[in-house]
C-alpha cells in the first residue's frame, strides 16, 4: 500500500481579528490559495489568501459583513473575481452574495430574504455555464438557486422537501449538463433545474457517475498538504 505523511505549513495567528480557518481553499490563477477566517465577532468574516508552501500569508478583507458557514467556499469564477455567501449580514441581515477582487476589493450583490431567497444561503457555491448555482435554507424548505455573475436574476431552480441538513449539500458540475450533489443522499439534476432524482449509494446507473459529497471543514487551525 502507499502511504502519505501529512505536512504541516502553516500555523494561523489566531488573533481576534481573523480568527479561525473553516471550509475549502480554492486555488487562483495568481499561484494563491484563498480561503475563509472566523473572527470572534459573529457578525463578520474574513478572506485570506496563502502560498501552496505556506509562505506569503496576507488577511486580503477582514470587515466582511456577515458570517459563512463553517461548511462555506469561495468559488473563482470565470470574471477572475471570488465569490461567496454569508448566513447573516448583507441589508436585511439575512445573509448575502458578495464577490472579491483577488487583491481583496469587497462588492456586496444580493441580499437574501425570506420572501425572495428563501432566507440563508448554505455557503456552497459552484459556477457552470456563466452563472453561480448553490443552496438556500428556510423554515420549511431548503432549495438550489442560479443567479448571474453579477448578482441579478436570482432563481429558484428546485425546491428540496426538508430542512433537516439539506443547506449542508454539495454541487459538482458534470460533464452531461447536469449538476451531482450531496444531501441526506446523493442527487442528480440538470442545470436547468429539471431532472431531480436521488440515489442514495452515489451512484447514478443511468449515467454511470459515482459522486462523492463530503464536507470538509477545518477542526485544526493550520493549513496541511499530502
Do not use: C, W
Not at 480561503?35 to 509562505?55: L, M
Not at 461548511?71 to 464577490?99: E, K, M, P, V, W
Not at 420549511?140 to 428540496?160: A, H, P
Amino acid at each position: 500500500a502507499n502511504y502519505h505523511s501529512v505536512v504541516k505549513i502553516f500555523d494561523f495567528p489566531l488573533t481576534g481579528s481573523v480568527g479561525y480557518p473553516s471550509g475549502q481553499l480554492v486555488l487562483a490563477p495568481n499561484g494563491y490559495f484563498y480561503g475563509y477566517q472566523h473572527p470572534e465577532t459573529p457578525s463578520k468574516a474574513a478572506v485570506f489568501r496563502i502560498k501552496p508552501d505556506g509562505s506569503d500569508y496576507l488577511v486580503v478583507s477582514s470587515d466582511i459583513n456577515g458570517r459563512p458557514s463553517l461548511s462555506a467556499n469561495l468559488t473563482y469564477a470565470s470574471n477572475g473575481f471570488l465569490y461567496g455567501t454569508t448566513q447573516n449580514g448583507g441589508s436585511d441581515g439575512q445573509g448575502q452574495l458578495f464577490r472579491l477582487s483577488l487583491t481583496g476589493t469587497f462588492e456586496q450583490l444580493l441580499s437574501f430574504t425570506d420572501a425572495t431567497t428563501r432566507r440563508s444561503p448554505s455557503g456552497i457555491l459552484t459556477e457552470a455555464d456563466g452563472k453561480l448555482y448553490g443552496g438556500v435554507s428556510g423554515i420549511n424548505n431548503s432549495g438550489i438557486f442560479r443567479v448571474d455573475l453579477n448578482g441579478t436574476n436570482f432563481t429558484n431552480l428546485y425546491d428540496l422537501p426538508t430542512f433537516s441538513t439539506d443547506n449542508f449539500f454539495r454541487l459538482v458540475p458534470g460533464p452531461d449538463n447536469a449538476f451531482y450533489g450531496k444531501r441526506n443522499s446523493f442527487f442528480r439534476m440538470g442545470l436547468d433545474g429539471s431532472g431531480f432524482s436521488e440515489f442514495p449509494n452515489g451512484y447514478d446507473p443511468a449515467s454511470d457517475y459515482f459522486t462523492f459529497g463530503a464536507d470538509l471543514a477545518a477542526a485544526t487551525p493550520y493549513v496541511f498538504r499530502l
